[in-house]
């Protein structure tokens, strides 16, 4: 017959606790480090636990040095801003100051005949109309819509305002003025006279503010 041994209950509970304590400690630490000692409370008891320094935040408790004696001599952890780098400024694109009356100006001549060249007043071509609107309100512009298209300020699509010029076709070949809600004033060609159509009665290319 074997032989049996009572075990000393408090020794079982004391152990049992160290246990829950060293084993609680090592699921948190994410960096190995030296061992430090951990008190177990109110049992006399502590135990060596590897890298539990090293548990963020945990200088941060209250009275924490008195369980791991080592942490008494630490400075609190210095507190960081973070610092969010601010994105660079994207320059903004001037408003367009005479933009209605520069549409109003375009569409003073609706109905008016196409003539390749023309400047106006009675009768015009696409780049014609564009600058002829533009010197009613005291602005000279390119004479080309290739030129107006490359020297004016690039406009998105989104942002257009009423007076923007709109270049169409591959090459900016063809321009018109935006006169707001989507829609263009423009000298089609010979056999349209001046009218307002729909942005996407022709391919975009794209526009620019002067």
Same mark, same amino acid.
């Given at each position: 017959m074997g032989k049996h041994r009572r075990s000393n209950p408090r020794v079982t509970r004391n152990a049992a606790a160290v246990s829950a304590v060293a084993l609680g400690a090592t699921a948190v630490i994410t960096n190995p480090a030296q061992a430090a000692e951990v008190v177990i409370p109110n049992t006399g008891f502590s135990v060596e $636990? &590897? %890298?539990i320094e090293n548990t963020p935040g945990l200088n941060n408790v209250p009275g924490i040095d008195q369980w791991i004696p080592s942490l008494s001599s630490q400075a609190a952890p210095a507190a960081y801003a973070a610092v969010v780098e601010a994105p660079a400024a994207v320059q903004a694109v001037p408003a367009q100051s005479n %933009?209605? &009356?520069i $549409?109003? &100006? &375009?569409?003073?001549?609706?109905g008016a005949p196409y003539g390749w060249g023309a400047t106006g007043p009675n009768a015009f071509d696409c780049s014609g109309l564009t600058s002829w609107a533009y010197s009613q309100v005291g602005k000279s512009i390119p004479r080309t819509s290739q030129a107006q298209a490359a020297q004016g300020t690039p406009v998105a699509y989104s942002n257009l305002q009423a007076g923007d010029i709109v270049a169409f076709y591959s090459g900016a070949t063809h321009v018109g003025i935006y006169s707001g809600h989507g829609t263009v004033i423009h000298a089609l060609n010979s056999s349209t006279p001046l009218s307002e159509h729909s942005?996407?009665?022709?391919?975009?290319h794209s526009a620019v503010r002067f």
């Open positions: $636990v &590897a %890298g %933009g209605q &009356a $549409v109003d &100006a &375009a569409r003073s001549k609706i942005l996407d009665y022709m391919p975009f």
